[in-house]
């Protein structure tokens, strides 16, 4: 069963530049229990449809489409009710630890506020709770380190804090948003390990551009460029055989594959190419790519590709 | 934090050596001499015994800087001299208009927080509407109405026109009626600079990432806002309040002089007109050492609302 439906989903920035549109009809679902990769360049917005989920962008984002949660449909939910999904059935794992934590408030106690509000618990048993969720991200000397401001935790610390966060209310879904950013690379593979473990039984959606980290965690991997979806694939499938020429030149742009970057620059998202979103920068382009925009192919089981290459 | 605070209390020490120096020696900048112009009388000049009677005295025939010297001296031991004039104690003098400031302060600041943060506040939640708007236009008449103006309106309109009030003085050793339109007056004209600050300090905070995860834990608004944003916005707020809480220790001169507020204030006005020297050296230094003491106190409280510095003292 879908745990998240995401149907038509488009976001608007209305800006002095013009309308900015950084969501473009996304369609995507994430199974139960499934960890849904979603990579795309810097700018694809990416981040921006993490928070469309939770309703968490700013009051001028004009948000379009239907994101069914369970069954109810999230963007037409009262705030009061959505304040009740957040935090408690979804959990949104930020971008950057270091400004996604209080500074001002404890590690603790910004972790303790979750259980309170969530788990209806009293402040002894927060307390020891929160340790027990410090210990579980494997936090050293965790009862001591409840009572740390976040600028005296290092970045893979943060990152942790920020994961036993989101488990404190025992979610069904987690986003996490580029969770290894800027981590050196036994953090990273720590940090992934943790993630897989403990999402075991949950859902997520993975957000990063390291397609790496995404292969080593994720069941199925979608490709977003220019706020859309150009290919979801299994993760094997995806890394073996990539349909989508972007797929493809992003796969080539790897330093374990010879480190080609693709031609050109991502679109202004203002001012869109006609057609295929891609095609300026796409090697196979042809005059009907220019002209009209692909649907997306349903190519064997659950595999999608918008391009016209495979119609 | 103690090696801090002795740090920090060993690095005001020159400071304040330097403005003891300067305070002493003004007076000698001044034009005349002290002797001749408070000895001079309706019946004339002073003889040239009487002044030189009166240096010995007083010890101004000694070299400049061995009267500097016994004068500091003196000061570290709480003796501050003898006002020329009164021929009183000059920390008696300081002592009292002290006091007397200190409770016209104390009830300004409360009329100034109480004005200025909610106004602030909700100037920031309500951003760019017409309660904002309000908010800017309030905080505009507030920096730009002279505090003479506004007091002088205070009193026509509660003492004279509807006779609420009394128009000025000290009343019975400065009572709460006397205090309340000196306190308006004072406390709304640091307001409108503190409500402006309160305003944009919690938009800043408002727009930081920590505030997105506030919300994706599901907080509701307030505890949001005035929880997570608050405790990061008040931290240059606190400043400019023990700036402005300096600025009123030190004597709101216009304004004590109108109300007739026997303070600090009106104490050096009072001391300048008539060259009373030792009372005018003493009470600048002490306004001095007011104002150094508390900007180490709003450091260290500083240091208490953001744990980033508290823990870099530490380290
Ligand atoms: N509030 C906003 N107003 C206007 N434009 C916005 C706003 N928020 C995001 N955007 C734009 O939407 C686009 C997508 O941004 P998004 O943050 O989702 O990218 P991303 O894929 O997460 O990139 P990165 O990998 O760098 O995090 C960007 O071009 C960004 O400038
Ligand atoms: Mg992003």
């Given at each position: 069963m879908s745990r998240l439906e995401i149907s038509n989903l488009r976001v608007l920035f209305p800006t002095d530049d013009g309308l900015v549109k950084a969501t473009n009809d996304v369609d995507l679902g994430i199974e139960e229990g499934e960890n849904l990769g979603l990579i795309g360049e810097s700018g694809s917005g990416k981040t921006v449809l993490g928070m469309a989920i939770l309703r968490l962008l700013p009051k001028d984002a004009r948000v379009e489409g239907v994101v069914r949660f369970n069954g109810r449909d999230l963007l037409s939910l009262r705030e009061e009710e959505m304040r009740r999904v957040r935090g408690r059935e979804i959990v949104m794992i930020l971008q950057n630890p270091t400004s996604a934590l209080n500074p001002v408030l404890t590690v603790g106690s910004q972790i303790e506020e979750v259980l309170r509000l969530?788990?209806?618990?009293d402040k002894r048993s927060a307390r020891k709770r929160v340790v027990e969720l410090l210990k579980m991200v494997r936090i050293r000397d965790a009862s001591k380190r409840v009572r740390d401001y976040p600028h005296q935790f290092s970045g893979g610390m943060k990152e942790r804090a920020m994961i036993a966060m989101a488990l404190a209310s025992d979610p069904t879904l987690i986003i996490a948003d580029e969770p290894t950013k800027g981590l050196d690379v036994t953090v990273k593979r720590e940090i992934l390990k943790l993630l897989k473990e403990v999402t075991e039984r949950k859902s997520m959606l993975f957000i990063t551009h390291d397609l790496a980290s995404a292969a080593e965690i994720c069941e199925r991997i979608a490709v977003m460029y220019a706020g859309e979806i150009l290919e979801v694939a299994k993760t094997e499938d995806l890394l073996d055989d990539p349909l989508h020429p972007y797929t493809e030149g992003f796969l080539n742009s790897l330093p374990s594959r010879g480190l080609k970057p693709i031609r050109g620059i991502g679109p202004s998202l203002i001012d869109l190419p006609h057609g295929c979103k891609f095609h300026p920068r796409c090697d196979h382009a042809t005059e009907v790519c220019m002209r009209e925009h692909p649907p997306m192919l349903q190519i064997e089981d659950g595999r999608q590709v918008r391009c016209f290459l495979h119609a | 934090m103690l090696a801090y605070i002795s740090k920090r209390i060993l690095l005001i020490m020159p400071a304040l050596l330097f403005v003891s120096i300067i305070s002493f020696s003004m007076v000698y900048l001044a034009p005349g001499d002290p002797a001749e112009i408070l000895l001079m009388s309706p019946e004339g000049s002073p003889s040239p015994e009487a002044i030189d009677a009166f240096r010995v005295r007083m010890g101004l025939d000694q070299p400049i800087y061995v009267q500097y010297l016994r004068w500091l001296d003196n000061v570290i031991h709480g003796d501050f001299g003898y006002s020329y004039m009164s021929e009183r104690p000059v920390a008696d003098a300081i002592m009292k208009s002290f006091k007397a400031t200190l409770k016209l302060s104390f009830v300004s600041m409360i009329v100034s927080i109480v004005v200025s943060i909610p106004l602030g506040i909700m100037a920031a939640v309500k951003h760019n509407t017409i309660i904002d708007d309000l908010c800017r236009f309030g905080a505009l008449i507030g920096v730009s109405i002279p505090n003479f103006w506004q007091a002088f309106l205070l009193i026509l309109l509660f003492s004279v026109y509807l006779d609420w009030l009394p128009v000025a003085g000290y009343g019975d050793g400065g009572d709460l009626k006397h205090m309340i339109l000196p306190a308006i007056t004072l406390g709304t004209s640091s307001a409108a600079v503190t409500a402006r600050l309160m305003r944009s300090s919690l938009l800043e905070a408002l727009s930081q990432d920590y505030i997105i995860t506030a919300r994706a834990k599901g907080l509701p608004e307030k505890i949001v806002i005035g929880k997570h944003a608050l405790k990061n916005a008040l931290i240059p707020v606190v400043t400019i309040l023990g700036l402005n809480l300096g600025f009123l220790l030190n004597g709101a001169v216009v304004t004590e002089w109108i109300f007739g507020w026997p303070g600090i204030g009106d104490l050096v006005v009072d001391s300048i007109y008539q060259r009373d020297y030792t009372v005018i050296q003493g009470s600048i230094l002490f306004i001095a050492v007011i104002f150094v003491i508390l900007n180490l106190i709003v450091d260290i409280s500083y240091t208490y609302l953001n744990p980033r510095i508290r823990y870099e003292i530490v380290d």
């Open positions: 969530h788990k209806g618990v | -």
